[in-house]
């Protein structure tokens, strides 16, 4: 690549000059290349150990003037090639116009403006962020992507150096984390190590120190414990492997691979060792942090924060903190945790100005909102700054609350998007609506429904006074008063200012007639709700009366949601339940419905409108309990690791009995997915709630271990799991709520668990104050960094059961090992995964559906399918191989949609592995039967049926490929509209329109399944007959497998000493055989033959054989594979030639001949010479008559049977022994694993990331 000149001083020091002329040099470094020894090997340890400029290219080209002793790179290479092109390229193009100046200086100065030049003309074509990323940082990209063997698509994020522990001895060099990929290099006199692992293998990723390894990073996988330590910033290193590791396992959770934030602002100053992923990735932490701090939207974007003071007019103080600003919210946070939070949403601010400076109050900036609220921050650094950015912010705010449908904002909350969904949604989904969908399901608009203006527990409950309720009314009241109290001096709404005092009232309870209003400002539901209107409304009315698995499965459930709350027995609760449920799997199908979730549901419709609890379910599922309710409730297990982790940490003694009970797996569940409603009291879980909507899950965590401390002492007497259930389940239907004014409920699990002795009743608002005494010191920043380790375990646990479970659904009779299939199928995951990452990523995602069956999820095309083959196959063809896997793909899938999964892969894979001979030769044989002919093909052989005379065939015109598999005699056997109902589904539709509205008969069905079952179960007599065109593809095929085989030549020979034999028989065997209803060959050509098709497309895509010097490949005959069509697979096959169309009829006479006849002849002349002269053009042609018979063109009447193949092979032992031989695919899987990493240290090696 060329270089921005810069000066070098000692131009010879570790460098051999190669080539020279009186302006340029070129260099090579000591130790690369040929030669070297021990000045090569220190050389080599020192660039890797020192981040010396030269760590990257081992190739340079200097200028130089004669008379100075300053030199200046202009370029450098990663390999000889690559250099070479550019030394050319300044010989020809530089060094004439350079001896023309006279001035030294002005030859230099014309140089580094012409290198210069070159270098802006090569940044035009690149992506924005080839201009962002600093030069240093392209040259560690290019080392890693050469040393590694990384296609241009794999982007490092950064590199460290480092030490990694191999033994006990630790080996310094490099380690680059990539997108992907982990990787690290070490070079240490003559000793080199080179490690990948991929993001998605990680099993484990911590800091620890211990005192074998001081302060390091402990990263696992399946297979091995790797351990990097001596980094000079730890923190960093590590912060950036866990953001590179969850973004991993978020692709193996929902196929969400890594998208590159376009619109991040570049730096004014680009950072000298800083990649724009880096920075991407960096902004992306601190989003998350700053939206999970103060619940806000999941597209709001941090733009910038500083410190400052707010004054708090309630304690008169002014409180340190930070204020955060992005494009829709100001907010606040106190340096110490609990003293005082703050959000404005700009939406709110009226006014924003600057107020005079003074000693006490430096820099002030006041701001005001609609609801008369003021709100006074100070000591600023750049308040000029800050107050020209929020009222760029401020302009593009609508200054009013729109009163239409939707409205949109610049930067982050925007309508589109929404509306956007929906459409897909509608497209999506069109297909599934009934055409008379259930008179159920006719809902009303939301407008109408009595439920969109309140919560239900208003409509159920009445209006009961305060004083009829006595002391719980009294309680009640007084609890109202503190919270208008609280509102009085903290204000009220958005932008009340949050303390320590907010979460004393909370843990007392909130009133009843304010919970709904709380819970939606605690969750950050406000915001989105109040910057989406009309879009629940619009929502339902697109979802009303469409039909999906969600709403089959909502339907189920809609009555088993609090069926004893009086809310849920009559048809008005169940309708908005249905309504909200519903118009929430529409806008998020990926999670769609899941059990739980109705529960959940049905609370927070007591306490608010259909669209509160809208939003409020989205708070839950998209922001507060991350994937918990997505087909596999990863989010929810991963909680359930931590709740163990913090068992071990909190209650030693408890936590190992539990473990053996197995209860907390039992138990974590049921009290998370639901928030303890469907275990508890419900007047009691809804504190929990209350208390969760403010703090989070760290609640929850509390609540569950401060109930098991409760219940020590009986857990750890229990005997097995259901005791320790009944102890639990127990306990939890007694605890109650004195202080609720709500009618009691009936609470249905406690009728499962009551016992003779009546158990002591536990007050919620005591096990609360127990939970915060013993269990505060939870963080919320611990928890997300225990979440991080738990996710890792628990995706990685259910990939394993995936693979369990594929391995377990392939049958028995395949051969392989338990060991081998799953070695297999992490090859094939791997390559999936691979396309995801360097292919057409997002269309390799969209084949991925986590909801799908684990052997489905994984799947690949026919190009990923080829290399897996190339690697895998006991069958090197040479170059022939990449033909070969292409009909193996095509006989493979079943269902044509161009993908194969691990099943069809194994199936594959297993017929060339395992069984005899006989079952070796049957799989070759079928791979050159029309099922493994392409769609081109087929579709030429289609176009050419309608010149074959009417009575050439019995059978339907649209006769099926399964056909072609039938015995010709089995066909004739089967009744006419048998026989055209054995077709794919397409035909048996095209015929279903055909007839009309007839009833389909069943039994006509059940009987064609019965007959596709029984020819399943293939012997060697119902395969059908070879025309010569396909014997002569197959007899390429073998010459072409037999020239990388230790026995070349004896195999050679015996090859074409059957294939001599099999001709022969095959024209014996014609003169035995006559075609019912054939012409006479001697009519007119002409009117038979169609012009020749067009070459197939697999022909282009098949490479040229007859190489220069490759006498095996020009004894395939045909050079360019696949071009003689195949016979058309809708004429049946025959015994003796029956029901076989003329592949010579397919073809004009001059390209039969220059294609055809000299390639099934050349196979046949091997059986009297070697080798090495296969390719004379004199050979003596066996089986000659032949030839006069057919015009040079391919027989149709030759035909030849599996049988005969199988007999006249058995007669060549070399063939037996090649054919019977075993091969190891374990060697194949570990070499294919190098070659998927393979690195060539060659110097004429170019990596694919050059630009030259």
């Known amino acids: ?65 004669q008379d100075s002793q300053v030199y200046w790179t202009v370029a450098c290479g990663s390999s000889r090639k690559e250099i070479t092109k550019h030394w050319e390229w300044l010989e020809s193009n530089l060094l004439q116009t350079l001896s023309i100046f006279d001035n030294e200086e002005d030859i230099t100065t014309f140089v580094k403006g012409k290198i210069h030049g070159i270098i802006a003309e090569e940044n035009k074509n690149l992506q924005p962020q080839g201009d962002e990323d600093p030069g240093k940082f392209k040259e560690a990209e290019l080392k890693m992507r050469k040393q590694f ?32 990929h982990l990787c690290f290099y070490s070079f240490l ?106 619940r806000l939207p999941k597209d709001e974007r941090l733009d910038g924060h500083t410190s400052c003071t707010l004054w708090t007019p309630f304690n008169k103080l002014h409180i340190p903190g930070q204020m955060f600003i992005s494009s829709n919210y100001i907010c606040f946070a106190s340096k110490e945790e609990d003293t005082c939070h703050l959000i404005i949403p700009l939406r709110e601010v009226t006014i924003v ?33 800050l107050v020209q950015k929020i009222s760029d912010f401020l302009q593009k705010t609508p200054s009013k609350q729109p009163s239409g449908s939707s409205w949109s904002r610049k930067a982050s909350t925007t309508d589109p998007a929404p509306e956007a969904l929906l459409a897909a949604q509608e497209v999506l989904e069109e297909p599934t609506i009934p055409s008379s969908p259930p008179s159920s399901r006719q809902i009303s608009p939301v407008q109408e429904a009595p439920t969109a203006s309140q919560g239900l527990l208003k409509l159920f409950q009445g209006n009961v006074s305060m004083e009829d309720l006595g002391t719980k009314g009294a309680k009640e009241k007084m609890k109202q008063e503190l919270w208008n109290i609280h509102f009085f001096e903290y204000g009220r709404g958005m932008c009340m200012y949050r303390t320590a005092r907010t979460r004393e009232l909370v843990l007392k309870g909130i009133p009843e007639s304010l919970r709904g209003e709380l819970w939606l400002l605690f969750s950050g539901a406000w915001n989105e709700m109040v910057t989406h209107p009309g879009y629940y409304t619009e929502l339902v009315e697109k979802s009303t009366g469409r039909y999906s698995l969600a709403t089959e499965e909502i339907e189920r459930d809609l009555h088993r949601s609090m069926p004893e709350h009086p809310a849920f027995q009559n048809e008005l609760g169940i309708a908005a339940l249905r309504r909200v449920l519903t118009a929430y799997a529409f806008r998020n199908p990926t999670i769609g419905y899941c059990q739980a979730m109705n529960i959940v549901t049905s609370v927070l419709l007591l306490y608010g409108s259909e669209e509160e609890a809208f939003w409020l379910l989205v708070a839950l599922c998209e922001r507060m309990l991350p994937d918990y309710y997505n087909t596999r409730v990863v989010g929810a297990l991963v909680d359930q690791g931590i709740f163990e982790e913090l068992t071990r940490d909190f209650l030693p ?76 389940g127990r306990y939890l239907d007694n605890v109650v709520n004195r202080h609720s004014v709500s009618p009691p409920i009936p609470h249905l699990h406690a009728l499962l668990t009551s016992g003779d002795t009546p158990p002591t009743e536990v007050d919620i608002f005591d096990l609360l104050k127990v939970s915060y005494e013993k269990f505060s010191s939870l963080r919320a920043e611990d928890i997300e960094q225990m979440r991080f380790k738990q996710r890792l375990k628990v995706i990685q646990s259910l990939e394993d059961t995936a693979k369990r479970s594929v391995v377990r659904a392939i049958p028995g009779d395949i051969g392989f090992s338990i060991e081998e299939l799953e070695e297999l199928y992490m090859v094939f995951k791997a390559k999936h995964l691979a396309n995801q990452y360097w292919g057409n990523g997002r269309a390799a ?34 170059s022939h191989t990449p033909v070969l896997a292409g009909r193996m793909f095509r006989l493979l899938d079943d269902n044509r949609d161009a993908l194969i999964n691990f099943k069809e892969f194994v199936t594959g894979m297993s017929s060339m592995y395992h069984g005899d001979m006989t079952e070796k030769l049957k799989a070759l044989y079928k791979l050159h039967l029309p099922p493994a002919l392409s769609s081109e093909e087929a579709e030429a052989a289609l176009e050419a049926t309608h010149f074959f005379p009417e009575d050439t065939s019995e059978a339907s015109p649209l006769a099926s490929d399964l056909d072609l598999f039938l015995p010709w005699e089995a066909q004739e056997a089967l009744p006419q509209e048998e026989r055209e109902g054995t077709g794919y589904e397409d035909i048996r539709e095209k015929k279903g329109e055909e007839k009309g509205t007839s009833p389909p008969d069943y039994r006509h069905y059940l009987r064609l399944w019965a007959k596709e079952k029984e020819v399943q179960k293939e012997t060697i007599k119902d395969l059908p007959k070879m025309n010569q065109e396909q014997f002569i593809e197959l007899c390429k095929t073998l010459y072409n497998m037999f020239s990388e085989d230790s026995q070349e030549q004896e195999l050679y020979h015996a ?79 025959g015994g003796g030639g029956e029901g076989q169309g003329s592949p010579g009829q397919l073809l ?97 090696h170019e990596p694919s990331g050059n630009s030259g």
């Not at 006990?168 to 997108?179: A, E, K, N």
């Not at 006849?1157 to 003596?1180: F, H, I, Q, R």
């Not at 899987?1229 to 240290?1241: A, C, G, N, Y």
């Open 189 to 294: 006199l003559g000793k080199e190590v080179s490690l990948v692992v991929q993001w998605v293998d990680v099993t484990r990723l911590e800091k620890n120190a211990t005192l074998l390894f001081p302060e390091s990073i402990r990263v696992d996988t399946r297979d091995q414990e790797l351990f990097f330590s001596m980094f000079l910033n730890i923190g960093e290193t590590f912060k950036l492997m866990e953001q590179l590791a969850n973004l991993a396992m978020r692709q193996l959770l929902d196929s969400e691979g890594f998208l590159e934030d376009k619109a991040l602002p570049r730096p004014s100053r680009p950072h000298r060792n800083i990649s724009a992923l880096k920075r991407d990735l960096d902004a992306r932490a601190k989003n998350e942090c700053y939206r999970a701090t103060f």
């Open 845 to 878: 995602a969209g084949r991925r559906d986590p909801s799908l069956p684990y052997l489905e999820q994984y799947r690949i095309d026919a190009s990923q399918f080829r290399d897996l083959f190339a690697s895998l196959t006991p069958w090197a063809c040479g």
């Open 1148 to 1244: 004009s006479d001059d390209e039969t001949k220059d294609d055809v006849s000299m390639s099934s002849y050349s196979v046949v002349s091997a059986g009297s010479l070697p080798c090495e002269d296969l390719a004379d053009e004199d050979a003596v042609l066996v089986g000659g008559e032949a030839a006069a018979q057919g015009g040079g063109s391919v027989d149709a009447d030759w035909c030849i049977s599996f049988e005969q193949i199988l007999a006249s092979i058995l007669t060549e032992s070399v063939l037996v022994n090649f054919f019977e031989k075993k091969v190891d695919i374990g060697l194949k899987i570990k070499d294919h694993k190098k070659v998927e990493r393979q690195f060539s240290t060659s110097s004429d």
């Open 1055 to 1133: 090859i074409a000493t059957v294939a001599s034999l099999l001709l022969r028989i095959g024209e014996v065997g014609k003169r035995f055989s006559v075609r019912p209803g054939r012409k006479p060959r001697d009519e007119d050509p002409e009117e038979q033959e169609p012009p020749a098709p067009d070459t197939p497309q697999d022909s282009a895509r098949e490479p040229q054989l007859a190489a220069a010097g490759d006498p095996q490949a020009k004894a395939g005959g045909d050079t360019q594979l696949g071009k003689v069509p195949q016979e058309s697979p809708l004429l049946g096959e």
């Open 1 to 65: 690549m060329w270089l921005g000149p810069e000066e070098v001083l000692v131009a010879n020091a570790l460098w051999v000059t190669e080539r020279a002329n009186p302006f340029f040099v070129l260099q090579r470094r000591r130790g690369h290349g040929k030669g070297g020894g021990l000045t090569g090997l220190l050389v080599g340890t020192l660039d890797v150990v020192l981040d010396s400029s030269a760590r990257v290219a081992p190739y340079r080209i200097l200028h130089q003037t």
């Open 353 to 385: 100005e600057k107020a005079d400076s003074s000693s006490v109050l430096p820099s002030p900036l006041s701001i005001s909102t609609k609801s008369k609220m003021t709100f006074l921050f100070a000591n600023l650094k750049d308040r000029d700054f």
């Open 149 to 180: 063997g990384m296609p241009e698509g794999e982007k490092l994020v950064n590199y460290y150096s480092c030490s990694y522990w191999k033994g006990r001895v630790p080996r310094q060099g490099w380690l680059y984390l990539s997108v992907n």
């Open 653 to 728: 003694q408890l936590s190992e009995k539990m473990q053996e009970l197995g209860v907390i797996s039992s138990i974590s569940l049921s009290w998370f997915l639901t928030l303890f409603l469907s275990v508890m009291p419900f007047e009691s879980a809804v504190v929990i709630v209350d208390c969760f909507f403010y703090e989070g899950i760290k609640v929850v965590l509390q609540v569950a271990l401060a109930i098991l401390d409760a219940n020590m002492e009986q857990l750890l007497g229990c005997s097995d799991e259901g005791e320790a259930m009944t102890v639990l």
